[in-house]
């Protein structure tokens, strides 16, 4: 069997998590299969790596800050072949050039065009464990560039699609995916299986486990996922097409408390509005979430979205700068509010899902402010102090307690 | 004109000194004149990585080390690169991959086989400031290399050689190649202009100014160097094949303490004895300097000889190792030693230079221990403690004070 398995910053970030990670990738390969370990940079170390930059350069320029930043995975990789080393087993770490990870040119946030598996395959061959930078690549020029966040998910999907690798295990400091989030809602059950659908809408929604370009890529090539724990050895979740357990109403809850709310008032209502003011925010790279158009009074209308509240300060400098062209009264955000959202394969059959939920709301007292919908998910915009008691009661509404 | 210039670790330790090293650079740019810059690894950086390797694996696989340090000269070119963004000059950063610098395949101690100059005659020609990770290479396996002591000086050497360069820089921290060190000989005068061969004399007996490999690639090549100061703007020394100014009968007066002698009493006085003895030393990697051999009691004989403090256990272990083989009666070892030597192209055509030594040293009761010579240099060894006195007489009896 060929395996790839993915370590974040926390699993290396120092000489004991090194050691740990190098005797569990040990195990697989003395059961005799092929093993590809694919790592991010150690801790918090990319962040030092940024802050160095900086310091000498406040705004350096995208080429040089991912020649910078690569060495982090690089640090990484030749470490743990290292480690391995001291475990007798054979171990070669490669980086981006070596494998030859072939990326769009754009830097900070280029996307895998091609794998090259020559090199890794010869090296497999040779009975050796292959340790590969995460996060990095190279573009047509011979330039590294970084794949943004996510990065490392992204490379050992890739790696595995381009292998055909039998599973890519991605290794995270929880022990896979809940129903919700346990910290939150103590009755949260681990799910055995889920579907690259609902975890797309779960990493969307801030589960947070897996990133959804890496969920993207591993249903597009069908390559299964392994979420497991790097702490212990329980058997953590496999995404896949097509779950073979029962199917579930609902796999999980999610919580969104980084959302915020703006409010544009008094637009005019003519046609061209909406394009106009969404242009303006995805000219900035703003991503919008949930969107409700209302009417409002003397023939406007209003239109409330979310946004993360890291672009909130643009968002609203972006519109304020375009006022006159959007031709609104009024701009308003509310960063007291909380997504919610239920996701599951199962409610596209079941029309009565919303408004069981919406039910459940109503017990607890809870107001939504907005509702938004897709085919496996209902997201509804809450009061943020109301987030964790909505859970909660959603959480127990649909039965996803052991 | 094109000019490579070459920083050591010290010359970029930190932010202020990058900073000054990008200024620097500026300059013969802004006056039109096409730039390469090649850096060491930052500071001590070098050590923390081989500390940060040993700490995992007590002897971590060459091949992985060097993966590990090339970390160290990519983070001062990308640096570099961003400090040159902030002085508004177009500049790039490449390592050894980016550049293709081939090299033999033996890690820790590579040689420059090759180095592609179409990426950076092709930056060049777009009038950036080519800044080139030095030490490191690339071998026929696509495996990173490091090109052992003085690496960086060898790739400025072997760049401009490649790039047909008008010149090359070194910069360190002393301004130029004095008669003497002057911090042991107050005296000691600058030289402006000295040849290949006595640069080599001077490197290799310790001078410390410029790495051998260095010097002997600029000579096989004709590459005019200057060793210049970072700090300030005087105008260094040029080292090249036939110096235009009057030729001294020396050139300058150099002290190495580092040496210890090693003693082989009592070896049997047959053929092939110092073959023997050499070839165990050689197999170790052990550098053997001034050799002595003298004719001992009943048909024995003693060879002495000096190595570095830092190889003198690894001596004696293989000699101790060997003592059946060689046959030889006792070893003793001596680190109160230093070799003195004196070096100039002038004294081929002049016979009383070594008896002038000699004398000057028999004037301050120096005792001399052992002599070696060459064509253009006479090297003694006397005690430790004589050192700096001995050197000081030998320099004022050439006149080599301004």
Same mark, same amino acid.
């Given at each position: 069997? %060929? ?80 480690? %391995? ?38 090296? %497999? ?278």
């Amino acid at each position: 069997m %060929l395996i790839v398995k993915k370590f974040g910053g926390t699993s290396v970030a120092n000489k004991e998590r090194i050691m740990n990670v190098a005797r569990r990738c040990t195990e697989d390969y003395k059961a005799g299969h092929d093993v590809v370990v694919v790592l991010s940079a150690m801790g918090k170390y990319t962040d030092e790596l940024i802050a160095m930059a900086e310091d000498i350069n406040e705004k350096p320029p995208r080429r040089e800050l991912d020649m910078l930043l690569t060495l982090g995975e690089q640090m990484s990789v030749a470490l743990m072949a290292m480690a %391995l080393d001291t475990l007798k087993v054979p171990a070669i770490s490669l980086n981006a050039f070596q494998v030859s990870m072939h990326t769009t040119s754009v830097h900070g946030n280029a996307r895998l065009k091609r794998i090259d598996t020559e090199r890794i395959q010869r090296e %497999l061959e040779n009975r050796k464990i292959v340790v590969v930078t995460g996060f990095q690549g190279v573009n047509k020029y011979d330039d590294y560039t970084t794949l943004g966040r996510g990065g490392s998910d992204t490379t050992a999907v890739a790696l595995a699609a381009a292998l055909h690798a039998d599973v890519c295990e991605i290794f995270t400091d929880v022990d896979g995916v809940y129903t919700a989030d346990p910290r939150l809602v103590p009755t949260a059950r681990k799910l055995s299986e889920i579907s690259y659908d609902e975890m797309l809408d779960l990493a969307t929604l801030g589960a947070g486990v897996l990133h959804n370009r890496s969920v993207e890529l591993a249903k597009k090539y069908g390559v299964p996922l392994v979420v497991r724990s790097s702490l212990n050895n329980s058997e953590g979740t496999v995404v896949k097409e097509e779950p073979t357990v029962e199917r579930m109403l609902i796999s999980g809850v999610a919580l969104d408390t980084k959302a915020v709310r703006i409010a544009v008032i008094g637009l005019q209502d003519v046609p061209g509005t909406a394009f106009k003011l969404f242009d303006v925010l995805a000219k900035r790279n703003i991503n919008v979430d949930v969107i409700l158009q209302s009417i409002g009074r003397n023939g406007t209308k209003d239109i409330s979205f979310t946004v993360d509240d890291k672009d909130l300060d643009e968002a609203i400098a972006a519109l304020d700068e375009n006022r006159q062209r959007l031709g609104y009264k009024e701009l308003q955000s509310d960063r007291n509010i909380a997504k919610l959202s239920i996701v599951g394969a199962g409610m596209m059959s079941n029309p009565g899902v919303a408004a069981r939920m919406f039910e459940s709301l109503y017990n607890e007292n809870v107001n939504i402010n907005m509702i938004s919908t897709s085919e496996i998910r209902v997201t509804v915009l809450i009061n943020e102090q109301d987030g964790v008691k909505a859970m909660n009661a959603v959480h127990d509404a649909f039965k996803l307690a052991d």
